[in-house]
Structure formats: structure tokens, C-alpha cells
């Protein structure tokens, strides 16, 4: 685990020496143990968890309303929490190499939302509640079974990239997506 460039071995140790720190990276096995005690990171605004043995998201995660950017990273996750909408001032969400295989609906309520990454997960449809991401740049959705993208993304005005590499679309989807996205 690190704070910008200082290692850490345990949450305690951090919380001890960084109570300022802005980014909290959980990129080894068992870290989550003392988890309870993150709230105590009054100023964080990115935490990525990778590589660990959960099937579920830590609830404390919900009350950390400064964080910025949630990545979540090869671990075996179930399902986006829905208390994800808690978390009013995300920017960025990536949950990538997950077993996620659907969305929730509370994840579309992040207005503010600039980039998400869902790219290799078991997610095999995009619901059209994709198009309340009025602020969204950037969607990854490589590797992913997905087969058809929701008319709803075309209201993402912003949108200056849609990664597919790696899905399902047949070349008649290929065809109406380039016609959607034509400028």
C-alpha cells in the first residue's frame, strides 16, 4: 500500500504516519483486514483495490465522500454496491478483471462521472441508463460480452472515447455505431 511515494505495509501504519494522504492504493493480498479504520482518511480522493480475495466491497468505502477515483482491479467482486451513488464526487470509476455481470442502477446516478472503465468483466448489456452520464469522456467496454450498445449513448455529448476492442458486435452493429458516432 502507498501515499504517493511512501510504502506501507498495513493500514495502521499508514493511518499513523499519513492521516493526510490523498491516495491509498490496497495492491496486496490481506491489507482489507484493518479496513474499518480507512474512514480515518479524512482527505482521501483515489483508492484502488487490486488482487484481493473479496466478493464484496468494504461498506466503509460509502462514507469516504472526498474520494475522487475508485478503481477496483482483479479481484472477485459480485455486484457494484448500490450505496456506490454515496459517493457524490466521483470523477473516475474503473472496475476492470471483476465478476460483475450486471450494473446497478445507482451507479448512473453519478452525475459527475468523466471516465468509466468496466473493461473485462462478465457485464453482457449496457443499460440505457448509460445516457444520464451526460458528463462522460471516456467508457471502456473491452473484453467484455457485450453484443449492442443502448441509443442512450448517443446523448453523451462528451463522450471523446468508446473502447470496444475485445466484444462481441456484429458487423451490423459496427456499421450503426459508426453511423451514430459520425461527426
Not at 457485464?123 to 442512450?152: A, V
Not at 473502447?163 to 461527426?183: A, D, P, Q
Request: some cysteine; hydrophobic content about 40%.
Amino acid at each position: 500500500m502507498f501515499f504517493r511515494s511512501k510504502v506501507f505495509y498495513s493500514i495502521p501504519e499508514a493511518l499513523a504516519k499519513a492521516k493526510g494522504g490523498r491516495v491509498l492504493h490496497l495492491n496486496k493480498r490481506g491489507l482489507l483486514d484493518e479496513f474499518p479504520k480507512i474512514t480515518e482518511l479524512v482527505n482521501l480522493e483515489e483508492l484502488q483495490i487490486g488482487w484481493q480475495e473479496i466478493e464484496e466491497l468494504p461498506k466503509e468505502i460509502g462514507s469516504i465522500k472526498t474520494l475522487r477515483k475508485l478503481s477496483i482491479l482483479n479481484t472477485p467482486i459480485r455486484v457494484i454496491p448500490s450505496w456506490i451513488d454515496q459517493l457524490s464526487n466521483l470523477r473516475e470509476v474503473c472496475i476492470r478483471g471483476t465478476d460483475i455481470n450486471q450494473l446497478v442502477p445507482e451507479l448512473f446516478n453519478l452525475e459527475g462521472l468523466e471516465v468509466l472503465n468496466l473493461g473485462n468483466n462478465c457485464i453482457n448489456n449496457l443499460t440505457p441508463n448509460i445516457g444520464k452520464l451526460t458528463r462522460l469522456r471516456y467508457l471502456e467496454l473491452h473484453c467484455m460480452p457485450i453484443d449492442e450498445i443502448p441509443e442512450e449513448l448517443s446523448k453523451l455529448k462528451s463522450l471523446k472515447h468508446l473502447g470496444l476492442t475485445g466484444t462481441l458486435f456484429s458487423e451490423t452493429e459496427r456499421n450503426r455505431l459508426k453511423v451514430m458516432y459520425e461527426h
